[in-house]
Structure formats: structure tokens, C-alpha cells
């Protein structure tokens, strides 16, 4: 990829990976996705904002290869998608520095074996010089490790934001002009990485809503030349309460839950409540966790297996729990042979969710005309939670 020009003296660098399917070995990328260097050049210095993960190293070296000098590089964040090649910049650029908040420091010598004495630490709301474009460091801790922050250019009003405000969507455009597709690579980037952190976005959100800025430039995906969409669409997902949505992760072996799922989702939907189910045995984690930032309630579905609840059931609702959704109500949905702890387990796994628990549907085998009435039951529970919290 060329340095595609964002304003005179500021481009957007660094490398698309179309065909990169996972993410730290556990998010799937369905778009691909890009890592975004940016470099920024003052009449005296020129600093590197991030680089690109080790994987496609030869793709910066490449851009970097007409640079003569890079004074500064900035680190917002030190996970290795965006630092991996400090050492590789620092290697050609022997007098750079590298600047970041303090505990990005220690993290960058651990992770990178950066020597200390490359480091210069800033504290929020520093700025540097680099003659004619002021850079202003924000930090922002938490998004989505304590170390993050975020870069301010004063006089062009762009935001570098890093990992908040991004997507995994590798595309060739430099800004974000299919904001269908953006916003579902946004919103599946917000529900599986930034999630579990959203009383810190809530004080980020704040911490920015008075700069003036034109451009936001996040270190994956595309670049928002309408700040306000990427925005409008934090907020949405922050701040609004959950949708009249029900979320099933289920399991099924032998077809009793798919059938008890089947029967739920047909009451729920003749009552007025949209519900989402996932077979977890065909299911993109990442389409889950985009449910889970609007549903109010989950029903979770398992048949139990050695005596505890399916390990993909399992699997999903720690995953569940960790993303900290904003889900009001959570009920479980069940079937065994001869005897089950699977709902016990579930309970004990789901700390982290401050819900009301529904009670639990647990049967015996294919379900029969009384546990239909419990299923009943349970969509009825359902309806009443959610009218009475005025979502229908
Ligand atoms: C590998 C396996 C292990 C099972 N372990 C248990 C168990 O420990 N306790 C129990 O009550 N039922 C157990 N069952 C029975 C299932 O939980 C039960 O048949 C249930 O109805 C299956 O639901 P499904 O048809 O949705 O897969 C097991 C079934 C299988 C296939």
C-alpha cells in the first residue's frame, strides 16, 4: 500500500491484511483486517504514529524506505499489532525516540526488550512540537489495556485513537465511505474488544466530546472523515439502554434443546420480542458478541454432557460474562438423562452480568407437553421483564 495523504504533511501508512482470518488466536475476521501507521511531519521533526503487526513487517519497511529520519514514534497502545516493529524502526532510525505514557514504557521493555533509554514518557495532556503540527497526548487508560492513549493534531483537529474507535475491514479506501459495512465491522470490534471496558469508553467519550475534530484516525480499518458517525455510533452502543432483543447461545446433540429453542423463539416472536439464536456449533463468536450489545435478556441452551453443561455452551458464556454486556435478564434452558449440574455450573458463571436470573427450564430427555408449558412460562416471564422495562 502507498502512503495515502490525510492533510499536507500528515498520511496514513502501514499494512492491509486482506486474507488474515483470526485474531489472537480466538477472533475471527471475517473482513480481514489493516494496521494503520501514521507519519506526521513538522517543519523540524517527524514523528511515526504506531507501526504494523511483525507479520507484515516488509510493508512498512517498504514505505519507510524514501524517509530519511523519523524523530518520534508513538505508541498509543503495546499490544505487538501496533508496537511489533518499534525495534525494526528503531534499528533504521538509530536516533528515534519512542514516546508513550509510562506504563506503555514498562510494558514495550517487556514485551519488545525496548532499552529504557529509547524511551520518553508524556503525561496526559503534554504536547510536543514537531514545527507546525502539535501533537497533544491524551491518555486513555483502558481501551483496551491500562497503557493506552491517544494523539490529538492540533492543527489539522485529527484524533488518533488507536484501537478505540476501530474496525477489522481490510479495504483500499483510505476513509470510511461504506458506513453499511463500516458500521458492522465497528460495532463487532466494539462488542469483542472493547465491551468489557465500557465505564472507561464512557469517560474517553467524555474526555474527547469538546475537541474540535475533523478526522478520526484509528489504528485499524478505515479512517472517518465524518467523526460524527463513528461517534453517534459509541454512544448508541454505550449509553442506550438494551433493545427488546432475546440472545439463545445453545448446543444441541441429539435435537431436545434445538427443539426447546425452537418452541421459546416461536413464543417469544408471537409476543412482540425479536430473538437471535445461535447454534454455537456453526456459530462466529463475533456475530454473538454483536448480539450481546443490545439484547436485554440471554437464554442460554445445553444438554448436559458428563454430568456439566456442553463445553461449547461453556465456552460461550464465559465468553459472555467477560464481554460485560449490558443484558438486564438471563434465563437458562436445559435437558440431561439422568442427572445434571450444567444449570449450577452456568449460574456460577455469570458473576460478571449484573442481571435478574429468570427461572431455569431443565427437562428430562425431548421435551413433552408439560415442559412446552414451562417453556410458556418462560417466554411470558420474559415479555413481563421486558415491558416492565419499557423496551415493549
Ligand atoms: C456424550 C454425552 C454425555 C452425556 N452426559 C450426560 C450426563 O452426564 N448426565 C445426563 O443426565 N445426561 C447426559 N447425557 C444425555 C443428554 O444430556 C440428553 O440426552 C439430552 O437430552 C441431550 O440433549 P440434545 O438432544 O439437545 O443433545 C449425555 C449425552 C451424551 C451424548
Known sequence: MK????????SKIGAVHWERRLFDSLIPLPDGTSYNAYLVEGKDKIALLDTVDPMTSDVLIEQLKDVEKIDYIIAHHAEQDHSGCIPLVLEKYKEAKVICTPKAKTFLMDLLLIPE??????EDGETLDLGGKTLKFIHAPWV??????????????I???????????????????????????AKRYYAEIMMPFRNFI????????????DIIAPSHGPVYNNPKFILDAYNEWVYAKPKNIVVIPYATMH???????????????????????????????GELAMALVDAATIVIG?????????????????LANALKPKTKFVSIIGSYNWGSRAQDQLSQMITNLKVEVISPVFIKGFPKEEDFKALDKLAEEIVKKHEEAGIL
Not at 502512503?3 to 500528515?10: R, S
Not at 475491514?169 to 470510511?176: K, Q, V
Open 159 to 185: 484524533l488518533f485513537t488507536c484501537d478505540f474507535l476501530g474496525s477489522h475491514l481490510a479495504t483500499s479506501e483510505l476513509y470510511a465511505t461504506d458506513e453499511c459495512k463500516v458500521y458492522e465491522a
Open 117 to 122: 533509554d529509547k524511551f520518553i514518557t508524556v
Open 144 to 157: 483496551h489495556w491500562p497503557e493506552t492513549m491517544f494523539t490529538y493534531l492540533v492543527e489539522d483537529k
Open 202 to 213: 464512557e469517560k474517553d467519550l467524555e474526555k474527547i466530546k469538546d475537541l474540535d475534530i
Open 302 to 318: 445445553t444438554p448436559t454432557v458428563l454430568t456439566g453443561a456442553h463445553p461449547m455452551v461453556v465456552y460461550a458464556t464465559y
Open 3 to 10: 502512503a495515502m495523504t490525510i492533510k499536507p504533511g500528515v
Open 255 to 285: 435435537g431436545s434443546v434445538k427443539k426447546m429453542v425452537e418452541y421459546l423463539q416461536t413464543a417469544l416472536v408471537a409476543k412482540g420480542v425479536i430473538v437471535k439464536p445461535f447454534d454455537l456449533s456453526v456459530t462466529d463468536i
